[in-house]
């Protein structure tokens, strides 16, 4: 049994609390999408932490965890700024049609 | 000995890191502090990289930093001149 | 170096603070890159290598370009447009006492945390000769729970498709006004940097079996070479996909189901493979999927269904 002592776990906090502060306070789709990947990386550097600590060397399976967590939040936001994209350049009417397809 | 040689080189390294940093932050304009950034990031990467590589004392060693000094200096010049570009051509646009 | 911690601690505190609050929104992506480049050097110091080469590659270097050229399309088709102010006063210093106590609760949690031996991981590390991969994090992956890498792909194909399908006429393409893309030295970054970006994103696929690497930071950076290519105007985002790149896109995950059905009668279980081959074939699947990966990543970049060569 152990405990954590390290300075990253006051950054783990600080990112989680700043991005739900982000998200709260913001109206911009851009803006709130930065705010949830950087509380998305609090939760990273969480798992991280928790995983160089454990007693016997860092554990690979959070580790594989936050790998996967990585790529599926790039592509969740990638989707959500192809969402942003659309809604955002057609609110005041269509200016352009898509005549390339 | 080999410490001491080492040690001098990380120390000009973060001297030029520092002056680099203050002439970003101090100079007026755009130009004047790609200069600061782009030569004082150069050289001092190169003097960390040589301290680095003293500590390391093994050949493939030096030669993996050797490369990504080159790299870097080579993007980062890269950058600059079109940072430095951009904003030639926006001043004349707006004349 | 407990100093150099504390340093980099407080720097990724005040970094997501001034991304989040910068009143420019340009400002505040190049914020949340330099943060994420932060990242990856703190987890390089909590001995996750894997994870700073990915959060490197794919949190910093594609993320922060997705989200500059969104930001470009926006400035160019509707500068004025979405609301960019924060909330009232009331509302901000309610967030910050409500994010004061969360943040707090969760030091408190994380530092009271006991960390106990009986972990999942330990059974990892001791069948690690089984897995026929020296690297704990690409045996895990590939091998011990390959199902969740296999959705994982699916995910990132599904934000592909869906992307493809909202896609919006003024999707990223090189801008008249670019003073960058008539410079000379631009052919000299797609002529050098092109093929050592490549041979660094193999090279990293290929490591992935014995130290850091893997087939998402390869595939990260092998997508970043593409990127480079099309800002240079060597490659074009296309409407008309070929039979050819759609097979490439969804290379990965057939090549994951496909092995794991064929070996089915063999070994009674899906993606259980041989003893004696799992060596060979997690390369393969490594491979493949590095490839899918690549390519997924490029298309969400340019928001088309295929980039094709310029032909001068």
Redesign the interface.
């Known amino acids: 049994m152990s405990s954590i002592p390290d300075p990253f776990g006051l950054a783990a906090a600080a990112l989680l609390a700043v991005g739900f502060y982000g998200f709260v306070t913001h109206r911009h789709p851009l803006r709130r999408l930065l705010a949830i990947n950087i509380f998305g990386n609090g939760v990273f550097m969480t798992l991280i932490l928790v995983a160089r600590w454990m007693p016997g060397g860092p554990d690979p399976i959070p580790h594989a965890m936050v790998l996967t967590g990585i790529v599926i939040a790039v592509s969740a936001t990638a989707f959500g700024l192809a969402l942003v994209r659309r809604s955002m350049t057609q609110e005041d009417g269509d200016r352009r049609e898509p005549d390339d397809d | 000995m080999t410490d001491w040689i080492s040690s001098m080189f990380i120390i000009a390294g973060v001297g030029f890191f520092l002056a680099g940093t203050v002439g970003l932050l101090r100079f007026p304009d755009v130009f004047t502090r790609l200069h600061a950034l782009t030569k004082a990031d150069n050289t001092g990467l190169g003097l960390l990289g040589v301290g680095v590589a003293l500590q390391g004392q093994s050949f493939r060693l030096a030669v993996l930093i050797a490369l990504i000094w080159f790299?870097a200096v080579?993007?980062s010049s890269?950058a600059c001149?079109?940072v430095a570009?951009?904003n030639?051509?926006s001043e004349e646009g707006e004349r | 170096m407990t100093l150099f911690d504390s340093v980099l601690a407080l720097l990724i505190a005040i970094l997501a603070w001034r991304s989040v609050t910068a009143p420019d929104l340009y400002r505040g992506i190049v914020l949340f890159i330099t943060l994420g480049l932060m990242l990856a050097l703190s987890w390089a110091r909590l001995d996750a290598p894997d994870l700073a080469l990915a959060e490197a590659a794919i949190g910093a270097g594609l993320l922060g370009i997705l989200l500059l050229s969104t930001w470009r399309v926006l400035q160019r088709a509707a500068p004025r447009q979405g609301s960019d102010e924060p909330a009232s006063y009331a509302v901000r210093w309610l967030a910050v006492v409500g994010s004061t106590v969360f943040g707090g609760t969760v030091a408190v949690a994380l530092y009271g945390l006991q960390v106990g031996s009986d972990r999942a991981g330990a059974e990892a590390l001791a069948s690690l000769d089984l897995a026929g991969i020296d690297q704990p994090v690409t045996a895990v992956l590939l091998n011990f729970r390959s199902y969740d890498t296999l959705l994982e792909m699916g995910v990132l194909l599904m934000a592909l498709i869906g992307a493809l399908l909202i896609r919006s006429p003024l999707a990223y393409e090189p801008w008249h006004g670019d003073t960058a893309v008539e410079s000379p030295l631009m052919s000299v970054l797609a002529k050098v940097f092109t093929p050592i970006v490549v041979l660094v994103g193999i090279f990293l696929v290929w490591a992935g079996a014995y130290g850091p690497g893997g087939a998402f930071q390869g595939g990260a950076v092998l997508a970043g070479a593409g990127v480079l290519l099309l800002l240079c105007r060597r490659l074009y985002g296309d409407a008309d996909a070929t039979l050819l790149l759609r097979g490439l896109l969804v290379l990965g995950v057939t090549a994951f189901i496909v092995i794991g059905l064929l070996l089915m009668p063999w070994q009674g279980a899906f993606l259980a493979y041989p003893p004696g081959l799992v060596y060979v074939l997690l390369v393969v699947i490594e491979f493949s999927l590095a490839v899918s990966i690549a390519l997924s990543l490029l298309l969400l970049f340019t928001g088309t269904h295929a980039v094709r060569a310029v032909r001068s």
């Open positions: 790299l080579t993007a890269i001149h079109l570009r951009h030639l051509h």
